[in-house]
C-alpha cells in the first residue's frame, strides 16, 4: 500500500477542483479560475489545507495534462480553418502581436527589466486562453455573433503564436546559458537583440521543423486513423492516438523543443482526418480530468506570500493587460479591414491569459532568467483577468458603442477612407491575371524549400538514429553513411524536381508578361526565361551547400549519393514526377476536405439585418435532458418561447433546417435563432435536466416469452391494436402458436388464447405486458 499517497493526491485535487470550480461557474466565473484557487488551497505554501503529499508525482500527471491539454487545442484548429480565416485574420493577429510585444518591451523597460526579461514579460502576457475564452463566449452566448467568431479565430491563432513565442524563448534561453559558461548568469543577459544569427537560425529551423512534421503527419496519419476506422475497435484507435500523441510529443522535445509544440501539430493534424469528431469525443473525459489537474498543479505552485508581495506588480500588469489585450487585437482587427464596433467587441473578449502565459512564466522562473516572484504575479494576472472576462463579454456592445460614440471625428473618417482603399485593393488582386497564374505556384516553391530544408537541417538526428540500426547489420564503415544518404538523396529528389519545374514555369508567366508588345518579344522570352533559370540553379547551389553537412568524410560521402541520385534522376525522372504528383494531390485533398461538425461559422446573412435584434445562440443538451427523445413539434419552442431551431449536431453530422417531426436526444448541438432573451429562454428551457435516468437500459433488453390466457381480453386483437390500447411499446419477435412459429409477424396478426409471445424489451415493460395480458377486462 506504499503507492497510495499518488491516489490519495489525485483524489484531494479533484475533489477540491470540482467543488470550487463547481462555485465559480454558479456565480457566473470560469471554472478555470477555480481551478487555480483550488490550486493554491491545497497547495504546499498553503500549510493549513497543504493536503497533497508528493508534488513530484502530480508533475508527471501535469505533463500528461499540458500534452493532453495542447492537443485538445490543435484539435479545434485544423489547417483548413487556418486557410479557411484567411489572410485578413493572420495579419490581424500578426499586427496584435508586434502592438504587444513592443509595448510590452516599454512597460518591461520602464520597471527596469532586462531585454530577455522583457521578452519573457511580453510571452507571458501575449497569448490570451483560448479554453477561457471560449467557454466565457459559450457562456454569455455570443459565438455565433460575427465579433464572437472573430474573437474565437483569434484566440486560436494566438495559440500558434503562443507555440512560436515559447519555441524562441526555449532556444534563446539555452543560448544565453551557453555565453553564461553554465554558470546560471542568465538573468544578466544582454539585450536581446544580441542573440540575433541565433533567434534566426531557430526561427529557421522552426519553421522547416513546423513544415516537416506536417507534410509527413499529414500523409501518414490520415492514412493510419483510415485503415484502422476498417479494421480495429474504438478502444484499439484511442490507444494509437494516444501512444502517437505522446510519441510526437517526445520527438519534439528531442528536436529541441517542447511537448506542447508536438502535441499542438499531432492535432492540428488529426483535425483534418474524418476521424476528428470520433477522436475528439474520445479524448474529451481525459481532456477534462487532467486538463482540470494541470490548472490546480499550476495553482500549487504559487505561494501565496509571493502572491501578496508581488500585489503592486499584479494590479499593474492586469491594467496593462485590461488596456492593451483589448486595444491590440481591435488594431490589428481594423488594420485587417474588420468593422470598429465589432474588433472592439472582439478585443474586449480577448482579455484573459491562461496555459501558455503559464508554461512561459515557468520557463522564466526554471531558467534564472525572470524572479521567482515572476510566476505567481502571471497566475494572478490570469486570475483577474479571468474574473474580468464574463463581465467585459456581457457589457462589450455598451462598451464598444460608448467608445465610438466618443471617437474623434478625423479617426472615424481616416478608418472609413482605409477599409474603402482596402476593399479596393481586394477587388484589384482579384482581378489580376498574373497574381492568379502565378500565386499557387509560390506556394508549391514555399512548400517544398522548406520540407527540403527541414529533412536536411534534420539531417544529423536522422543518421544518428539510423547509423545505431544499420551499424548492427552492416560490417562495412560508411556503409550505413552512404545507404542513408543514397535514401534521403531519393527522398528529396521529387520535391527538387517539383521546385524546378515550378521555377520553370513562373520563368516563362514572367518573361511572357516582361515582353508583351515588344516587337523581337519571340526571340526575348528564351533568353529572359534562361537568364531566370540560371540566377534560380545559382541560388539552389549556394542553398543546398549551406545545409549539407561539412566534414572531408561526410562530403566524399554526400558526393558519391549524388551520383547515385543522378542516375536515379536519369532513370526515374516520370516516375519520381508522378510520385510527386500523387503525392501532392493527396495532401491538397486533405487540406480541401470540409469536415462536418467543425465550429459554426457566423451566419453572414444576419449581419445586413440588425434592426430585426435577431441573434444565433448554441446548446448543448445534456445526459439527463428533460427534453431527450421529443420531437421539435412536441416541444413547440416557437410558441412557448418565440426562438426557433436551425441546425444540430449530431455526432459529427449536421442536420440543417430540422423537420418538425426531428427528435433531441443527449449530446445533441443545437443552434437557435432569435432575440437575445428568446434565446436564453430557450436554452434553459433545453439543458434543463429530470435528475431520473432514462427509460431504459440498452444492455437490459432481452428477449422473453409471454403467455395470452384463455380469458384475456386480448384475445382476437390485431397486433397493431395493442399500442392504441396503452400497451407498452415494444417489439414482438415471433408467436408459438401450436405447433407453429411466426417469426417477427406483422401488424395485421391477430391473437389467439395460448399464443405464446417471443417478446423484445426491457424487463419491467415485458412485465407490465403479462400483466396486462392476463386481465380479463380491457
Known amino acids: 500500500m506504499q503507492n497510495i499517497g499518488f491516489l490519495q493526491d489525485m483524489a484531494v485535487i479533484l475533489v477540491v477542483a470540482g467543488v470550487v470550480g463547481w462555485f465559480c461557474k454558479r456565480i457566473g466565473v470560469s471554472a478555470v479560475a477555480g481551478y487555480l484557487f483550488a490550486g493554491i488551497l491545497v497547495g504546499p505554501y ?74 519573457f514579460l511580453a510571452g507571458a502576457l501575449l497569448v490570451s486562453s483560448s479554453i477561457v475564452v471560449s467557454r466565457v463566449l459559450g457562456a454569455t452566448g455570443t459565438s455565433h455573433e460575427r465579433s464572437g467568431q472573430l474573437a474565437l479565430g483569434f484566440t486560436l491563432l494566438e495559440d500558434l503564436v ?36 541565433e533567434l534566426g537560425t531557430t526561427l529557421g529551423h522552426f519553421g522547416a521543423f513546423i513544415v516537416l512534421a506536417g507534410i509527413v503527419g499529414l500523409l501518414l496519419v490520415p492514412w493510419l486513423l483510415r485503415r484502422m476506422s476498417v479494421s480495429a475497435s474504438t478502444e484499439l484507435q484511442t490507444l494509437m492516438v494516444a501512444g502517437a500523441l505522446f510519441g510526437v510529443a517526445v520527438i519534439a522535445e528531442r528536436a529541441g523543443y517542447s511537448l506542447a509544440l508536438g502535441a499542438f501539430l499531432l492535432g492540428m493534424i488529426v483535425a483534418e482526418t474524418p476521424q476528428r469528431v470520433q477522436v475528439e469525443r ?15 498543479a499550476v495553482g500549487m505552485q504559487v505561494d501565496p506570500a509571493l502572491l501578496a508581495e508581488a500585489w503592486l506588480q499584479i494590479l499593474g500588469f492586469t491594467v496593462f493587460a485590461l488596456v492593451v489585450r483589448t486595444l491590440a487585437p481591435a488594431a490589428g482587427l481594423l488594420i485587417a479591414g474588420a468593422p470598429q464596433r465589432e474588433a472592439l467587441r472582439a478585443g474586449l473578449q480577448l482579455v484573459p491569459i491562461g496555459e501558455f502565459s503559464f508554461i512561459i512564466a515557468q520557463l522564466g522562473v526554471l531558467s534564472g532568467v525572470m524572479p521567482e516572484r515572476f510566476f505567481p504575479a502571471v497566475v494572478g494576472v490570469s486570475l483577474l483577468t479571468t474574473l ?88 562495412f564503415t560508411h556503409a550505413p553513411a552512404m545507404i542513408f544518404w543514397l535514401g534521403l538523396c531519393l527522398l528529396l529528389l521529387a520535391p527538387l524536381v517539383a521546385l524546378w519545374r515550378n521555377i520553370g514555369a513562373l520563368a516563362i508567366i514572367y518573361a511572357q508578361v516582361s515582353v508583351r508588345g515588344h516587337p523581337h518579344a519571340a526571340r526575348l522570352t528564351p533568353v529572359i526565361v534562361t537568364c531566370i533559370k540560371i540566377i534560380a540553379g545559382m541560388a539552389m547551389f549556394v542553398w543546398l551547400a549551406a545545409l549539407l553537412p561539412g566534414g572531408g568524410g561526410a562530403r566524399w560521402v554526400i558526393a558519391s549519393t549524388v551520383v547515385f ?116 429562454a430557450g436554452r434553459h428551457f433545453l439543458t434543463g435536466v429530470s435528475g431520473e435516468p432514462a427509460a431504459a437500459d440498452f444492455e437490459s433488453v432481452s428477449l422473453d416469452t409471454v403467455l395470452v390466457p384463455e380469458d384475456s381480453h386480448a384475445a382476437g386483437r390485431a397486433l397493431r391494436e395493442l399500442e392504441d390500447a396503452g400497451v407498452p411499446h415494444m417489439q414482438v419477435a415471433g408467436i408459438h402458436r401450436g405447433g407453429e412459429r411466426i417469426l417477427n409477424p406483422g401488424p395485421d396478426e391477430v391473437l389467439l388464447p395460448g399464443d405464446e409471445l417471443l417478446v423484445l424489451g426491457a424487463p419491467d415493460k415485458i412485465r407490465k405486458l403479462g400483466k396486462w395480458l392476463a386481465t380479463t377486462e380491457a
Open 388 to 475: 474580468a472576462a464574463p463581465v467585459l463579454g456581457r457589457h462589450s456592445e455598451g462598451i464598444a458603442m460608448w467608445a465610438l460614440s466618443h471617437q474623434p471625428v478625423w479617426l472615424a473618417a481616416w478608418i472609413r477612407y482605409y477599409r474603402g482603399w482596402l476593399e479596393r485593393m481586394r477587388v484589384r488582386r482579384q482581378e489580376s491575371r498574373l497574381w492568379q497564374l502565378s500565386r499557387k505556384r509560390f506556394i508549391q516553391i514555399g512548400v517544398e524549400a522548406v520540407f527540403v530544408t527541414g529533412v536536411l537541417l534534420f539531417a544529423d538526428q536522422l543518421f544518428d538514429v539510423s547509423e545505431q540500426w544499420l551499424g548492427r547489420w552492416l560490417p
Open 565 to 680: 541520385g543522378a542516375g536515379a534522376l536519369f532513370l526515374l525522372r516520370r516516375k519520381l514526377i508522378y510520385w510527386h504528383s500523387e503525392l501532392e494531390v493527396e495532401l491538397q485533398g486533405m487540406l480541401e476536405k470540409k469536415i462536418s461538425g467543425e465550429d459554426g461559422a457566423a451566419a453572414p446573412w444576419l449581419r445586413t439585418h440588425r434592426e430585426w435584434n435577431l441573434r444565433i445562440g448554441e446548446c448543448v443538451l445534456p445526459d439527463l435532458a428533460q427534453c431527450q427523445g421529443k420531437t421539435l413539434a412536441e416541444l413547440q419552442l416557437r410558441t412557448a418561447f418565440g426562438c426557433i431551431v436551425v441546425s444540430i449536431e449530431r455526432q459529427g453530422a449536421v442536420i440543417s433546417l430540422p423537420s418538425p417531426d426531428t427528435a433531441l436526444y443527449p449530446l445533441d448541438r443545437v443552434l437557435l435563432l432569435g432575440t437575445p432573451e428568446q434565446i436564453r
Open 46 to 119: 498553503t500549510p493549513p489545507l497543504s493536503l497533497v503529499m508528493s508534488e513530484v508525482r502530480i508533475g508527471v500527471v501535469v505533463q500528461i495534462g499540458m500534452v493532453v491539454l495542447m492537443f485538445s487545442l490543435g484539435l479545434r484548429l485544423s489547417v483548413t480553418k487556418l486557410r479557411r480565416m484567411g489572410t485578413g485574420m493572420f495579419v490581424a493577429v500578426l499586427a496584435s502581436a508586434g502592438i504587444f510585444f513592443y509595448l510590452a518591451r516599454v512597460l518591461g523597460s520602464s520597471a527596469g527589466l532586462s531585454g530577455l526579461q522583457n521578452m
Open 282 to 296: 474520445t479524448f474529451a473525459g481525459m481532456r477534462d480530468v487532467l486538463g482540470a489537474v494541470f490548472f490546480v
Open 162 to 197: 503562443g507555440v512560436l513565442m515559447l519555441a524562441v524563448l526555449t532556444s534563446v534561453v539555452k543560448f544565453s546559458d551557453a555565453a553564461a559558461g553554465g554558470t546560471g548568469e542568465a538573468q544578466g543577459a544582454g539585450p536581446w537583440l544580441s542573440h540575433g544569427p
